[in-house]
C-alpha cells in the first residue's frame, strides 16, 4: 500500500490542525494504521493507531485527551485531528499502515508496520 501525508503547517501553540493519509494499490480496510512522529534528533514515537473498522483506538499518553485518530474506509484515508497543540509536538508526523490484525500486534512499535507515508512537517509556535 502507497501512504501519502499531508495537512501539516506552520501554527501557532493552541490552535488545530487535521492530518491526512491517504493511501492507495490496496484494500485500506484491510489494513490497522498508525500515527507516528519525529522530532530533531530524537527517536520515531507512536502517536496514535486505530483498528481496520475504525472501532478501536489507542493513543500515547502525550496526544490523549487533545488528538483523536479517525478512518474512512470510503475515502481510503486515515485523518489525526490534532487540537490544542503545542510546542513540543513540534516533529514530522507519519502514516504507517499494516495488514495485521489489532489486539495481535504491538501497535506502538514501528518495527510492526510495514508501508510508510513520506511524512509532513508539524511546526507549533509559542
Known amino acids: 500500500v502507497q501512504l501519502q501525508a499531508s495537512g501539516g503547517g506552520l501554527v501557532q501553540a493552541g490552535v488545530s490542525l487535521r492530518l491526512s493519509c491517504a493511501a492507495s494499490?490496496?484494500?485500506?480496510?484491510?489494513?490497522?494504521a498508525a500515527w507516528f512522529r519525529q522530532a530533531p534528533g530524537l527517536e520515531r514515537e507512536f502517536v496514535a493507531s486505530?483498528?481496520?473498522?475504525?472501532?478501536?483506538?489507542s493513543y500515547a499518553d502525550s496526544v490523549k485527551g487533545r488528538f483523536t485518530i479517525s478512518r474512512d474506509n470510503a475515502k481510503n484515508t486515515v485523518y489525526l485531528r490534532m487540537n490544542n497543540l503545542k510546542p513540543e509536538d513540534t516533529a514530522v508526523y507519519y502514516c504507517?499502515?499494516?495488514?495485521?490484525?489489532?489486539?495481535?500486534?504491538?501497535?506502538?512499535?514501528?518495527?510492526?508496520?510495514?508501508?510508510w507515508g513520506q511524512g509532513t512537517l508539524v511546526t507549533v509556535s509559542s
Open positions: 504507517a499502515a499494516t495488514g495485521k490484525s489489532f489486539g495481535t500486534f504491538s501497535y506502538a512499535r514501528p518495527d510492526e508496520y510495514a508501508s
Open positions: 494499490g490496496v484494500m485500506f480496510r484491510t489494513k490497522a
Open positions: 486505530i483498528s481496520r473498522s475504525g472501532s478501536r483506538t
